[in-house]
């Protein structure tokens, strides 16, 4: 390389990464989180043709069309919702992201969660810290043999039902996009989302956020599912519809839910954050050392990959 290639990394990516990058002769510059104004006097003063970013820095249309310097806008961490990729696309400019570094953190909460409902762990947590010994409330019931259902059984989905058959659940399995043939080693592959809602105890969501599945755990879906069941999303916000959920919460439909992810966040003070039923978490699915470390890592790999192949071109003396 005989002019370095510029990287600006915001947002605090892991310090791994920025060390595979500077060992491979990239010049990097690290910057806390940017707003857009921001951003675009950074790159127009000091041009990058690499930006890093997690998910504070929001990459918008404005800053594709107030520079023109990038050549790649790499996120550490899965989906892309941060940067506009149409408007990179119309720039010229490749994205890219880590889908799966942080798989294994989402696992592992949804594991806790569904712990967390059985028992009511939190509850009874915050009840000795309010300085109360309160054993009548706590009754919980036991994982073992009661029937999870999965809504999507992707890499994450997947993993989650070997976990889950570990603690003696049943595993049931719905997911489109895959083969029964495929699932069947996870999982119980069901035909339809009508089986999982109607025959499961708990529900865990793990499909991406598309048009298809906005809402698609709404008043319908409730409608069939059992009495006392109890509901996870640790996937994305909006997936689940809240409102459907405090009025099936308030039947007495469901017995419990544990939400990390919101259709807005962080969500409106309202019923959803007064519920003793409902386990409220801030967005933490990724927020592991590891998870971090393995995304800025599979990040830094794509990077160096990219300018390997386009080095050439990109280069005027
Ligand atoms: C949709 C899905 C799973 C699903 C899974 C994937 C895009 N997509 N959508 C509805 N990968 C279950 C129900």
């Given at each position: 390389?005989?002019?370095?290639?510029?990287?600006?990394?915001?947002?605090?990516?892991?310090?791994?990464?920025?060390q595979?990058?500077?060992?491979?002769?990239?010049?990097?510059?690290?910057t806390?989180?940017?707003?857009?104004d921001?951003?675009?006097?950074?790159?127009?003063?000091?041009?990058?043709?690499?930006?890093?970013?997690?998910?504070?820095?929001?990459?918008?249309?404005?800053?594709?069309?107030?520079?023109?310097?990038l050549?790649?806008v790499?996120?550490?961490?899965?989906g892309?919702?941060?940067?506009?990729?149409?408007?990179?696309?119309?720039?010229?400019?490749k994205?890219?992201?880590?889908?799966?570094?942080?798989?294994?953190?989402?696992?592992e909460?949804?594991?806790g969660?569904?712990l967390?409902?059985?028992?009511?762990?939190?509850?009874?947590?915050?009840?000795?810290?309010?300085?109360?010994?309160e054993?009548?409330?706590?009754?919980?019931?036991?994982?073992?043999?009661?029937?999870?259902?999965?809504?999507?059984?992707?890499?994450?989905?997947?993993?989650?039902?070997?976990r889950?058959?570990?603690?003696?659940?049943?595993?049931?399995?719905?997911?489109?996009?895959?083969?029964a043939?495929?699932?069947?080693?996870?999982?119980?592959?069901?035909?339809?989302?009508?089986?999982?809602?109607?025959?499961?105890d708990?529900?865990?969501?793990?499909?991406?956020?598309?048009d298809?599945?906005?809402?698609?755990?709404?008043?319908?879906?409730?409608?069939?599912?059992?009495?006392?069941v109890?509901?996870?999303?640790?996937?994305r916000?909006?997936?689940?519809?809240?409102?459907a959920?405090?009025?099936?919460?308030?039947?007495?439909?469901?017995a419990?839910?544990?939400?990390?992810v919101y259709?807005e966040?962080p969500?409106?003070?309202?019923?959803?954050?007064?519920?003793?039923?409902?386990?409220?978490?801030?967005h933490?699915?990724?927020?592991?050392?590891?998870?971090?470390?393995?995304?800025?890592?599979?990040?830094?790999?794509?990077?160096?990959?990219?300018?390997?192949?386009?080095?050439?071109?990109?280069?005027?003396?």
């Open positions: 390389m005989d002019v370095k290639v510029r990287v600006l990394v915001c947002d605090g990516v892991a310090k791994k990464a920025v595979q990058l500077t060992g491979q002769g990239f010049e990097v510059e690290e806390k989180a940017l707003a857009e921001d951003l675009i006097r950074k790159l127009s003063a000091n041009p990058a043709e690499c930006l890093i970013v997690r998910s504070s820095t929001k990459v918008t249309r404005k800053v594709f069309e107030s520079v023109n310097c050549k790649l790499g996120r550490a961490g899965v892309v919702d941060n940067i506009d990729v149409k408007a990179a696309t119309g720039a010229k400019v994205v890219m992201n880590t889908p799966g570094g942080n798989s294994n953190a989402v696992i909460l949804t594991v969660f569904i967390c409902l059985a028992r009511q762990i939190p509850k009874a947590d915050r009840t000795m810290k309010e300085g109360r010994w054993k009548k409330t706590m009754m919980g019931i036991e994982v073992k043999g009661k029937v999870l259902g999965l809504v999507g059984v992707g890499r994450i989905g997947c993993e989650v039902a070997r889950a058959r570990a603690l003696g659940m049943e595993v049931l399995g719905y997911d489109p996009y895959l083969a043939a495929v699932l069947k080693d996870a999982c119980e592959p069901v035909a339809s989302l009508q089986d999982i809602y109607r025959r499961s708990f529900i865990s969501i793990h499909t991406p956020l598309t298809e599945t906005r809402g698609l755990v709404g008043s319908e879906a409730f409608a069939l599912m059992k009495d006392g109890r509901i996870v999303n640790a996937a916000g909006g997936i689940l519809d809240e409102e959920l405090l009025k099936a919460l308030n039947t007495g439909k469901v419990g839910a544990a939400l990390d259709s966040e969500p409106r003070q309202g019923a959803l954050l007064e519920d003793d039923r409902l386990i409220l978490t801030p933490i699915g990724a927020a592991t050392g590891e998870s971090q470390d393995t995304c800025a890592d599979m990040l830094a790999d794509q990077v160096i990959q990219f300018f390997a192949k386009n080095r050439a071109i990109n280069v005027v003396n």
